[in-house]
């Protein structure tokens, strides 16, 4: 029996984002109704490198399929600049849960892209106004482009406003997406006064006011995945129907990390897991509704769940590098 080894090629190919969200949806669904095992996320913080690791183990029995996995998973904000690598760096190992065997080994990696842009789109398919057109995106990395992306597939999106400081990295998305969609560079203000905002980037000081969004705007919290970071101000939490994915992890290292740990913000103010919403426990979005954030840090169980997608076509279309790894 041999293990399949994905480079990033291949978890791009075998990674239909459709089917995905699916499964992500299915994952948070587990979750919600305890059918899932995550212990909570480890790390290793390495300053003397400005860096650390985190690893992330899962077990999830979902609708027709169960599947387990681990990532080990990198942040090194140096590593551009100073190396020539990603900042973030990604392995997975995906498991059978019966005889724990190592299926496959793939790059984690463009599994994380993925899986937090298919993240965002469950959030904003039950929190964003049905007849959203336009997309705001502050931060133009690599998970501005999963956003749009995944959040495309599940509302109507023509217009995009991308935000941010680095006028290269706006011209290359903006060169990406462009027979795609009418999308232009605009400030923070713009891009929030959007149907729907996706925040991605890792900064500590807010901002993004609660002036600066519109009436009815939803918007996905992804930047903020470590204690400190901070991308929306207080008052706009607070005034928002504010969802997250989990508990534990949010209060520690997600958007409401800093008002929570500061009491400015307490459980009261959270109306709910999103899994909740996706069996039906809570309510998403409602006519009454205004502003709506997801506070999403990121879980194993969604790292599992797009593993098994990818596993699984991998094998129906012969893709990856088969090896002996054990010696069988």
Known sequence: ????????????????????????????????????????????????????????????????????????????????????LPTVMGTMIYSDPETAFPLAIMD???LTMKRTGAAAAVATDHLAVEDATSMGLVGAGVQSYTQLEAISKIRPIEEVVISDLDE????????????????????????????????????????????????????????????GKHELADELLLDAKLVIDDHAQTTHSGEINVPYNEGTLTDDDIHGDIGDIVIGELEGRTEDDGVTVFDSTGLAIQDVAAAHVVYEHANENDNGYPFDLLGL
């Open 1 to 84: 029996m041999e293990t399949l080894l994905l480079n990033q090629d291949a978890v791009d190919e075998n990674t239909q984002m459709p089917e995905l969200i699916r499964a992500i949806e299915d994952a948070f669904a587990a979750y919600a109704l305890g059918d899932a095992q995550m212990p909570a996320k480890s790390y290793i913080d390495l300053p003397q490198y400005n860096g650390d690791f985190r690893s992330m183990p899962a077990y999830l029995d979902a609708d027709g399929w169960d599947a387990a996995g681990i990532k080990w998973v990198n942040v090194h904000p140096d590593n551009p600049e100073e190396f020539d």
């Open 108 to 110: 984690g990696t463009e």
């Open 168 to 227: 290269e990295a706006v011209a290359d998305f903006i060169d990406y997406f462009d027979d795609e969609f009418d999308v232009r560079a605009g400030s923070i203000s713009e891009a929030a006064s959007c149907d729907i905002l996706s925040t991605v980037t890792p900064v500590e000081t807010p901002i993004v006011s609660a002036d600066a969004v519109g009436e009815h705007t939803h918007i996905n919290a992804m930047g903020a995945d470590a204690e």
